[in-house]
């Protein structure tokens, strides 16, 4: 005998309100009985079209709707399997149970980052604990108090929704990365047995398609070294730039535990990154050395938000009109070594990363030279 599942069926009926929405409904066929309830979510009568049961919407929308139904569908199926239930008002009435307060959210996320503080950096739990006010402030906004189980894939869809629209973004691995660390808390909670299952479990995030990596030109460099200022704070910001241009350290290895050192006739930049504690080595040139010693080896300190801020101005002054941020002068010491012959297995290393996957990717800019300098040295 084969086991009757549960069919569901979705519908649009007017609410009758000043803006002429039309509410999703959802009707459930179970055993020969029939219930329906309301999803919550409004549409315009425009928006659904009734014999493919699908939203004729925005992108973003009709796949926040379509992740909706399929996980309605799947958690009535599921129910339908573990339980014994004969009726579809029994399915439902379970559907909202499994609702029911269990650990909540925020609890669970704040005893997460409690069982992690004395392993991991400083840094990170300050990343952590960004990502934990942004879970306060969207429950806030929500007027829900979600637990380890209402906080579902269709809740994690309208999070990420309500994140790009806060932080007025359109960066979609910023906002999963937030729903990812709720995950990660919840895992930690699973495996320690306080839960016994949760609603995002099967989530795996997803990312922004990849941009060509943004970096300067030679020419462009040389523009912004040439240039003069007599404010302070930007003459010291275009210095620190320049460095980052040279050795490729990210801004929060700028004022790292790295040593000068001579090896075999070369002068080596050597350090270990903050973010990972992978060792790097990097060859650098007289134009690094003097800078540190305009400095007497001690580089002058900003916060990101200045020196973001500054970056961008000093640019526009050189007429240099790019995107400028502090990972542009890392991307472009990346593409100019590139460009000069170096291995991009070297480049790697130098930037201290673990993959040369995310040198290619990410760091890499579009760059004919390394082709001309290959055809120069043939032609010589």
Not at 74 to 89: D, G, H, Q, R, S
Not at 110 to 126: D, G, L
Not at 178 to 197: E, P, W
């Amino acid at each position: 005998m084969l086991f009757n599942m549960p069919k569901t069926s979705f519908f649009v009926r007017a609410n009758h309100d000043k803006n002429n929405t039309h509410s999703l409904y959802c009707r459930i066929t179970y055993n020969g009985t029939k219930t329906e309830f309301s999803t919550g979510e409004k549409l315009m009568p425009k928006e659904w079209e009734q014999s493919t049961q699908k939203v004729i919407s925005s992108k973003r929308k009709t796949a926040f709707i379509e992740t909706l139904k399929e996980t309605l569908s799947y958690n009535l199926k599921t129910i339908a399997l573990m339980n014994n239930f004969t009726t579809a008002k029994e399915l439902l009435q379970s559907l909202r149970d499994k609702k029911k307060p269990l650990p909540s959210l925020i609890s669970t996320v704040e005893n997460y980052i409690a069982s992690v503080q004395s392993k991991v950096k400083p840094s990170t739990i300050r990343n952590h604990e960004i990502k934990f006010k942004n879970l306060k402030a969207y429950q806030d906004q929500t007027k829900n108090e979600f637990t380890t189980n209402s906080f579902d894939i269709v809740e994690a869809e309208r999070f990420k929704t309500w994140y790009k629209n806060r932080a007025n973004t359109e960066n979609v691995s910023t906002a999963s990365r937030n729903v990812l660390f709720f995950k990660s808390a919840m895992d930690c909670a699973l495996q320690k047995g306080i839960i016994s299952s949760h609603s995002l479990i099967n989530y795996t995030g997803e990312k922004d398609k990849t941009k060509p990596a943004i970096f300067l030109t030679v020419e462009e460099l040389q523009k912004i070294k040439n240039q003069n200022f007599q404010d302070l704070t930007l003459h010291r910001i275009k210095d620190l730039f320049l460095f980052q241009c040279y050795t490729g350290l990210s801004f929060g290895d700028i004022w790292s535990n790295w040593e000068i050192k001579e090896m075999e006739g070369s002068t080596i930049l050597i350090g270990s990154r903050t973010k990972n504690n992978q060792a790097y080595f990097i060859p650098i040139d007289k134009d690094v050395i003097e800078l540190l010693e305009k400095y007497n080896y001690k580089l002058p300190r900003y916060c990101n938000e200045t020196y973001n801020e500054k970056i961008k101005l000093i640019g526009a002054i050189c007429g240099v009109y790019k995107h400028l941020t502090t990972h542009v002068g890392r991307k472009t010491f990346a593409t100019l070594r590139d460009a000069d012959g170096w291995t991009r297995e070297t480049v790697s290393k130098m930037l201290g990363h673990r993959s040369i996957r995310t040198t290619e990717i990410y760091y890499l800019g579009e760059s004919t030279s390394r082709i001309e300098n290959e055809m120069m040295k043939r032609i010589s």
